[in-house]
Every structure is written in structure tokens, then in C-alpha cells.
């Protein structure tokens, strides 16, 4: 194409002599591309933690556990590419500060298989030297608090103990996590494995499967059922296993989809504003280059060349940026490649649809030079009417007068300035609802902090630990409680039934909606299961509890954030006598301002390390992610919106260079003409963050209660930023805008414009 | 010889809102090869629009445009881009160089269009800044040049590729007396190596440099006759009259 050479050559010209401009442009788009890779990557990172895991471990797909060694060619089947195993595993109990903890030992080779290898993460592997080693899976070390070196005492089934030695610690991708997950993990050598268990009678056998591909578990499976038939005692499949690793990832992943759609959007306005205010700018010389044969689809072309591949650039350099922070931050491997790649073509194609309806506009630009880029003919607006009938200074009647000229970049700078700050009160909103959480745990259902069991192995009686924990001078109150699974009808799953207080005294369950129960039959349920059984508050559940069915009616909504808010609540007594006495724990509501570590060593103390105590997780602490990616939701949206403004008033100025001169002719001072033009952008600032701020403030509860529904905890768990934070917000958002307009305001003021320019 | 530029009752009418507002009402315009012609006229008169119409800036309502033996009007904007390329040079009032681009660059970029190598393009482009006495300039940004040296680089980009005729609209109506004598001389001179100049002017001493003077009247030629040219005597004259 004969145009390549000296439409290249113009190209050059144009990013020459606007390299600032072409830099920021590059840079919003790379900050933009970078914090999304980032945001996704620590995000899936955070809440997927099995892929990473899975990677590292080579990890099989399939697990399946038999009694005895399987003896057919597991190997053999379709789609089945490599085996681990099968490894000899027998259950123990890991006593521990007087704690005991179910245990199964694996035993493994001191040369680590080449599929589902366990990963070191501290000490070393199993050594034939040391025979009395065991390497601890990380998340059940985490939770018996076990190090390098640490005695490991376990208790085989004949009641014997042993006492092994922490060597390593690994993780592995072959189940979830400690104690979500039991039982625990711990790998031994063989050999030791035979001295603690002889009878092979009592263990079990684990073989992995590794599958070509990962979506033919069902198959593999269902060929493993039928080979093995009576042999086999269960099989899970990786995706049990992630979804076991997996937290809150629905709300999570809507955080992440919010946060996408925004910074795609921010990016399309970033780059649509430049290439636009370029264009503008460019008219006269896009008619120059038409009156020498540019046709206008060459045109377009030139424009769509240079501004994407600027947006393009910083796609690229955002790619790369974003790659090695999260390559340096949680190592190579966890890179997810497929939302990397969406973000990449996302923002790439979002990009040039930006660039491209400026660059049509440019190529439809009238090839008769004569016709500069002149504003339409101010007319003043009725607000800059407004504005002269109050009395304003000139230099505010000028200014509003000139916000207006120009409809479009006026929408579209006011809009550039509403999205993000629309976006900022949603995350603020966000961040005040983990606020209330930590602050209120009693609003999600966590009115008691600390729950006591007796301990497994009922070294102690329960009404002994009861009494222990209503001695207490901090304890408030003592709620007998039990868990029990419940299967649902019609549901080849359980759920949860979480019986606390009684029924005439009822444990302060949050309830939203309906009323809390009061005699025994009744029962509340969070949203999850109302979901999950189809059924809607005055509805009757039939449950069946170990083979007694327990048949409640639903008399109220609970904000529930645990199990997906699968969870129905009772009153103690409503559960059959089998399962409610003994109560399986306490439940311990301590009085305001109590520490609960200190309650916590006193009430171990008390007991003689017999109690087993544990803290109620606040979901605020679960979701601290959250609070990492609304600060650097709002550092790049503050970012894009004043990339934006120093774009508008740079176009407004170009706009108005003519008429300042003619204003200045008149006897306006440069004060006053800096006044007008920062009055022109600032207006629009004002419209913008105000009507961002209203939008967000109307939606932000219905959001976070919609996304709080979605994710079964319930609606009613939303909160608005408080006013103080708003009004905080909408302030330095003015006040960096309207500094931000200044700088160029400022340039102008003091520049001298002939009258006769053009 | 046939004509450069034929129009055949070639009309413009802008619609303004629901008024047609007629520029050109049914101009008959021939232009031979080699002429310098003048169209004057008042403000309005719709000289530039024919100019424009004639290099294809601007679309006709009804009548024919004659381009080199080929009809032209007909033309799509994209064909009229082509044309321009090899056939029409520009020169307008306000100059219209590249802002960001070089001299150099400026004058060098209708060659590249045309589909000339870039040595090509350097080599015509440093003959005519020669010609033009502005090679020294060649690396200077349009806005550090006078007006008149901005003139003389637009005249040295619309002639780069020898087109077929030469459209000035107003070229000294943003100079002044030095600049102007200066760019009317080099307009003289390409006249007199034979290209076509058509030229818009509402100023009777720069048109006296035309040898032949067409005067519009509200869209219509009221008036158009050679003006005769002798050594001595009356055509001085008739400068001096203004």
C-alpha cells in the first residue's frame, strides 16, 4: 500500500511531538492490564489454592482407597497415563497437648514418586537413616502447631503409642485441608509403618490416578467402581479436593468479574478519551492529509494504527508487569494462564473498539481545511445563564459557560469521572461491610466466640466442662451445642444442622427475615439451604439425622457465612436424644471487650490442657483479601480518572486557546482566565464524582445483599460507607481533580496567544 | 490540446437548515494547459467552493467537472483522494503544513503517497526546497518558519508531484507585501515552466500576475478575459490604477 510509507512517517511525526501524553496513555493501559493480572492472579491464588498445589505435586486426579492391594491393572485403563501407589494407609490418632487428632499414616518411599509427589515445603523427606521420621502435611502441622524436629506422637488402633519425629513438611494436592479435611496427613517409611501397624487387616490402600484429561474423571471412575467392585471402599476426584481447598470463591469470583468489568470499561474511556481529544485536536491536519490523497479509510487506518498500538503497548507492557509481580510475589507456577489470557484479549479488543469509533470519526473528517476545529458557537447553557443571574464572578459565569460547549467530551468526561467514583463507593461500601463484621460478629451469627468440646477421647465429663466455662469471670453465657449432618430429601448430600441453646432459650441467631423459633420443631436456616431445598420461610423440612428424621419448620432467615450458608439451626432440644446428650460442645459468649486468647489460655488452663477450644473465625478475617483489592481498585481508578482529566482539559484548552486570547484582549487577568478554566473541568469533576457518588451509594447495599444471596450468606449483611467517609471521599476527589485541571490551566494562563492565530 | 479542467454548468447549493443556500450557480470554466487563471470575486461570491470542487474537497449538486480529458465529478471521496494524488496540488490561505511533521517531512509526504521510494521522495524534496531557497529549513517545525517561508513550503509540497494543475485559494491572503511579492514571484516562475495554476484572489494586484482573469458574481462568471500583457506601457498602467 502506497499510503504505509507516509502515513508511518506521520505516525512518527504526531508521537513525537506528544510523547507525554503517548507515555501516560501506554501507562494507564499497562497499570490497568498489570492490577487486573494481579487482582485475578492473588485472587484465584487465595481461593484456588489446589492448582498451584496440583502443579507443583504432579498430582493424580483420581484417589481411590480399597482394603486391600488392588490387584488389577489400574494402569490399563483409558485415559489413565501414569499411577501412584498403591501405598499402604493406616488410620491413627495424633495426640497431641492433650489434644487428639484423627490421622491417617501413608506409607511412602524415601525416593518420591514421580506423580503426586508430595512438596517439601521445610525440612527434608523421609530418610532411610532416620526411620522414626515422618513428614506432616503443611495444613495439619499448621493446626497441631507442629515443627521441624517436634515429637509426633500417635496412638495406633491396639491403643499403642509410638513416638515419631517431625522430619519434613509437605504440601500436597491429594486432599483438602486440615481440618476441613480428615483425617489428617502424615507420611512414614514403610517399614515404620509395618512396626506401628501389623495388621493389614486394619489399613487401607491408596492408589492416584494420573488422567490424560482432567474432565474424564467421571469415566475413569465409573471403570474403577466396576473393576474393583466390593474391594473398593470410596473415590474422590480432584474436583472434590478443589472444591474443599476452595473459599468463598463465589464471592470472590463476583469481586473479580466487578472488578474486571471495571477496569475494562476504565481502560476503554482511558483510551477512548485520548484518541478522541487527539482527534479533535488533529482536524485541521487530518483535512490537510485528505486534501493531499489521504482517502478517509486511510485515515481511519492511521488513527486506529497509532492509538491502538499505544493501547496495545500497554496491553503488552501490562501482560509482562503483571506476570512477574505475581511470578516474583507467589512464585511461576501460579500464574492461572487461561484468566491471564482472557484479560489480555479482553482488554486488547476493548481497547481498539475504544480507539475505533474516534478513528472513523477522524476519517469522516471533511477534507476542506478551511474548516478548523472550532467548538460550536457558545451559546450559553442555561446553568451558565443561571450562573450570570446569581451574579458569579466572570471567570465562573466563562467557566460553566465553557464546560458546555462541547455536549459529548462534557458527557463523556463527567461519565469518565462518575464510573470510577461510583466504583470507589462500592468499595468502600465493601470495606464498611467487613468493618461491621469485625466489629459486630454477632450480626453473622457469631454471638459466641469460643467453643469448647470436651475432647475426643472424653477425658473429661461434659457437664465438668460446662461448669469450668460458667465459672469463668468473662464468660457471659454457655450455650450446649451440637453438629450433626443431616441428609436432605431428593439431595444425595448433606447438610449441616446446627443445634445451639434451646428452644426457650435460644442462642441469638441473626435473623433478617421471618422470626426467630421459639418452642422445639421450629428451625432458621440461612439462605444457602432455603436454596438448596427449594423451600421458603413456613415451610416444613423433613431431615433425616443418622436414620432418625428430624422434621422442622422453617420459621426465619439467618444471615449464615458459613458452608455456602447450607446450614439450617435448631434449638438442642428439637435433635433426637442420641445426638444432643451429651452436648458435643459449648458454645461461649463472652462479655464486650473480653480477649479471647486470654479466656481461651485461662479456661486450658482450668481444665489441665483437657478441653479442646477453638475461636470462631470472623468472616471479615477469611475475606482480608478483599480489603487488598479494594485498595488497589481505588489507587487505579484514581489513576484512569485523572489520566482522563488532564485529557479533557488539555482538549478544552485547545478548544478555547482562541477565545482566552480574546478574553485576555478584553481585560481579563491571568488569574481570572486560570479561574475559568478550571472552572470548566471542575464542574464537570463535581457533576461526576457527585452523580458517581449517588449511583454507588444507591446501589451498594442491594449489591453487596444481591452478591451476599448468590453466595447463600443471606441478604441483610449490606453496608452503605458511612457519611463521614463519603463525604471524606467525594472531597479529595474534587480536590485532586480539580489540582490535577491546574497544572494545565495554569501553562495556559501565562501563554501568550496571539489574536490572530489561525 | 484538450483542456486541464472543464466544468459544465456546475452547480453548489448548501443546505442550511431548510434554506438551500446556492454558492455556484452554473459555472462554464475551461482551463488549457499551461494557463495561470484568476478567479476573483467578493466575499462570497463562491470562488473558494469552486476551487474546492474542482480539487474534489467538496461535492458538486449538479454539473459536470472535466479533469485531464476524464470526468470526474462522479468520483467517489476515495477516488478523488487517489486522483488528488498525482493531478491536484493545494495551496491555501492558512498554509495547512503538518504541525508536528518537519519541513522536510511536510514536503517529502505527497511523494511517499504517491508511491515514490524514499530516496525518491528526499531527492525531489531537497531539488525543490532548493529551488524554493529553503533547504537550511529542512528540519525546522512549520511554527518556527515566517508565514511567507510557510507559503513557499505548502507551494513546494502541492508541486511535488508535478500535478496536473495547481489550486491556490488566497496563497497571500495571510502574508504580507514582502512575503507576497515573493510567493507571487514563484508562482510566476512555476507558470512559466508550464504548469496549470488556477487561483482564487480577491486581490486585483495579485490576479494581474494571472494570465487570464475569471470574476465571479454571486456563484456566477460575470466576467472572464485574457489580460493582455505588453513589455511597457498600460499593463503597468492598470497596476498602478489600484
Redesign the interface.
Known amino acids: 500500500m502506497?499510503?504505509t510509507?507516509?502515513g508511518s512517517?506521520?505516525i512518527r511525526?504526531?508521537l513525537?511531538?506528544r510523547k507525554a501524553q503517548a507515555v501516560l496513555t501506554v501507562l494507564t493501559v499497562a497499570g490497568i492490564v498489570a492490577a487486573l493480572i494481579t487482582a485475578a492472579t492473588l485472587l484465584e491464588d487465595g481461593t484456588n489454592p489446589w492448582r498451584s498445589l496440583f502443579a507443583q505435586t504432579d498430582g493424580a486426579h483420581v484417589w481411590l482407597y480399597t482394603d486391600d492391594s488392588p490387584q488389577v491393572a489400574l494402569g490399563g485403563i483409558d485415559g489413565v497415563t501414569q499411577v501412584a501407589g498403591p501405598y499402604r494407609s493406616a488410620p491413627v490418632t495424633v495426640a497431641q497437648e492433650g489434644k487428639k487428632d484423627p490421622a491417617a499414616l501413608r506409607a511412602m518411599p524415601a525416593t518420591p514418586p514421580q506423580v503426586a509427589h508430595p512438596v517439601v515445603a521445610e525440612g527434608r523427606w523421609l530418610d532411610p537413616a532416620q526411620p522414626d521420621g515422618v513428614v506432616v502435611e503443611r495444613s495439619f502441622a499448621t493446626s497441631l502447631r507442629l515443627r521441624i524436629g517436634a515429637p509426633f506422637t500417635i496412638i495406633a488402633l491396639s491403643g499403642e503409642r509410638h513416638t515419631l519425629y517431625v522430619r519434613g513438611i509437605a504440601d500436597s494436592a491429594e486432599q483438602g485441608f486440615y481440618p476441613q479435611w480428615t483425617p489428617g496427613l502424615a507420611y512414614v517409611l514403610p517399614a515404620m509403618l509395618d512396626r506401628i501397624e501389623p495388621m493389614l487387616g486394619r489399613s487401607e490402600w491408596v492408589t492416584g490416578l494420573r488422567l490424560a484429561d482432567p474432565d474424564a474423571t467421571q469415566v475413569v471412575s465409573q471403570r474403577v467402581v466396576v473393576m474393583l467392585e466390593d474391594k473398593l471402599q470410596r473415590v474422590y476426584t480432584w474436583r472434590e479436593v478443589r472444591a474443599a481447598m476452595e473459599l468463598d470463591n463465589r464471592l470472590l469470583g463476583t469481586l473479580l468479574a466487578l472488578f474486571g468489568v471495571v477496569g475494562l470499561v476504565a481502560a476503554a474511556l482511558a483510551v477512548a478519551n485520548a484518541a478522541g481529544g487527539r482527534v479533535l485536536g488533529q482536524l485541521?491536519?487530518l483535512?490537510?492529509?485528505?486534501?493531499?490523497?489521504?482517502?478517509?479509510?486511510?485515515i481511519a487506518l492511521l488513527l486506529l494504527v497509532e492509538h491502538g498500538a499505544l493501547g496495545l503497548l500497554g496491553v503488552a507492557l501490562g501482560a509482562v508487569a503483571g506476570w512477574g509481580v505475581t511470578a516474583v510475589v507467589l512464585g511461576a507456577t501460579s500464574v492461572a494462564p487461561i484468566p491471564v489470557l482472557a484479560i489480555v484479549a479482553g482488554t486488547a479488543l476493548v481497547v481498539l473498539a475504544a480507539v475505533g469509533v474516534p478513528a472513523w470519526r477522524g476519517g469522516r473528517t471533511?477534507?476542506?481545511?478551511?474548516a478548523p476545529a472550532l467548538p460550536p458557537r457558545g451559546h450559553l447553557s442555561r446553568l451558565a445563564r443561571l450562573a450570570l443571574l446569581v451574579r458569579l464572578p466572570p471567570a465562573l459565569v466563562l467557566g460553566t459557560r465553557d464546560a458546555f460547549t462541547r455536549r459529548v467530551p462534557a458527557f463523556l468526561t463527567a461519565f469518565g469521572v462518575a464510573v470510577p467514583m461510583m466504583m470507589i463507593t462500592i468499595g468502600l461500601g465493601v470495606w464498611a461491610t467487613l468493618d461491621n463484621f469485625a466489629d459486630h460478629p454477632e450480626q453473622v451469627g457469631q454471638h459466641a466466640s469460643l467453643y469448647v468440646r470436651p475432647g475426643r477421647l472424653a477425658q473429661l465429663e461434659p457437664a465438668e466442662a460446662k461448669r469450668i466455662a460458667e465459672q469463668d469471670r468473662d464468660v457471659a453465657q454457655v450455650y450446649p451445642g451440637a453438629d450433626v449432618n443431616a441428609l436432605a430429601p431428593g439431595e444425595a448430600r448433606s447438610v449441616r444442622v446446627r443445634a445451639i441453646g434451646s428452644s426457650t432459650e435460644p442462642y441469638p441467631f441473626p435473623v433478617v427475615e421471618g422470626r426467630m423459633y421459639d418452642r422445639q420443631g421450629e428451625a432458621v436456616a440461612g439462605q444457602g439451604l432455603l436454596d438448596l431445598l427449594g423451600v421458603k420461610i413456613g415451610d416444613r423440612v423433613r431431615l433425616t439425622v443418622g436414620g432418625t428424621p428430624l422434621i422442622v419448620r422453617i420459621v426465619g432467615r439467618t444471615v449464615e457465612p458459613d458452608l455456602d450458608g447450607e446450614v439450617i439451626s435448631v434449638g438442642l432440644d428439637s435433635l433426637a436424644a442420641k445426638d444432643s446428650v451429651p452436648p458435643e460442645f459449648y458454645a461461649l459468649a463472652l462479655k464486650p471487650g473480653v480477649d479471647q486468647a486470654e479466656v481461651r489460655g485461662r479456661l486450658l488452663a482450668e481444665s489441665g490442657e483437657s478441653l479442646d477450644i477453638q475461636s470462631a473465625v470472623n468472616p471479615a478475617d477469611r475475606l482480608s483479601i478483599i480489603r487488598v483489592v479494594i485498595v488497589a481498585l481505588i489507587a487505579v481508578l484514581l489513576l484512569i480518572s485523572l489520566a482522563n482529566l488532564l485529557t479533557a482539559s488539555a482538549l478544552g484548552l485547545r478548544d478555547h486557546a482562541f477565545d482566552l486570547a480574546v478574553l485576555k484582549a478584553m481585560g481579563l487577568t491571568p488569574r481570572q482566565v486560570m479561574a475559568t478554566l478550571v472552572t470548566g473541568t471542575g464542574l464537570l469533576v463535581v457533576l461526576g464524582v457527585g452523580a458517581g457518588a449517588a449511583a454507588g451509594m444507591s446501589v451498594v447495599t442491594g449489591l453487596i445483599d444481591l452478591q451476599g444471596h448468590t453466595s447463600g450468606v443471606g441478604a441483610g449483611i449490606g453496608r452503605a460507607p458511612s457519611a463521614l467517609t463519603l463525604a471524606v471521599a467525594v472531597v479529595v476527589a474534587v480536590g485532586t481533580a480539580l489540582a490535577v485541571a491546574l497544572i494545565p490551566a495554569r501553562r495556559a494562563a501565562r501563554a501568550q496567544v496571539p489574536v490572530t492565530s489561525? | 490540446m484538450s483542456a486541464v479542467v472543464k466544468t459544465v454548468n456546475l452547480v453548489k447549493i448548501y443546505q442550511d437548515g431548510a434554506v438551500p443556500v446556492p454558492a455556484v450557480r452554473g459555472v462554464d470554466l475551461q482551463v488549457e494547459p499551461g494557463e495561470f487563471v484568476a478567479v476573483m470575486g467578493p466575499s462570497g461570491s463562491g470562488k473558494s467552493t469552486l476551487v474546492h470542487m474542482l480539487g474534489g474537497l467538496d461535492t458538486r449538486t449538479s454539473g459536470e467537472i472535466w479533469l485531464d480529458g476524464k470526468r470526474v465529478d462522479t468520483l467517489s471521496e476515495s477516488a478523488w483522494a487517489l486522483l488528488r494524488r498525482k493531478k491536484v496540488g493545494f495551496v491555501f490561505q492558512f498554509f495547512n503544513l503538518v504541525a508536528n511533521m518537519t519541513v522536510g517531512d511536510n514536503v517529502e509526504l505527497p511523494a511517499l503517497l504517491a508511491g515514490a521510494s524514499p530516496k525518491v521522495a528526499r531527492e525531489r524534496r531537497e531539488s525543490l526546497l532548493g529551488a524554493l531557497n529553503l533547504t537550511d529549513r529542512a528540519d525546522a517545525s512549520p511554527a518556527q518558519l515566517s508565514g511567507g517561508e510557510q507559503q513557499r513550503v505548502a507551494l513546494a509540497r502541492a508541486l511535488a508531484n508535478q500535478p496536473s494543475v495547481l489550486l491556490a485559494d488566497e496563497p497571500t491572503g495571510n502574508l504580507d507585501s514582502r512575503n507576497t511579492r515573493d510567493v507571487l514571484r514563484l508562482l510566476g516562475d512555476v507558470h512559466k515552466e508550464g504548469q496549470t495554476i488556477v487561483m482564487v484572489t480577491h486581490d486585483a494586484r495579485v490576479a494581474s500576475l494571472a494570465d487570464r482573469l475569471v470574476s465571479l458574481f454571486d456563484g456566477e462568471i460575470v466576467d472572464d478575459g485574457r489580460i493582455s500583457r505588453r513589455r511597457t506601457g498600460t499593463a503597468g498602467e492598470v497596476i498602478d490604477l489600484r
Open positions: 502506497t499510503a510509507l507516509a512517517r506521520w511525526a504526531d513525537r511531538a485541521r491536519d483535512a490537510t492529509l485528505k486534501s493531499m490523497g489521504f482517502t478517509r479509510g486511510q471533511p477534507p476542506i481545511p478551511a489561525r
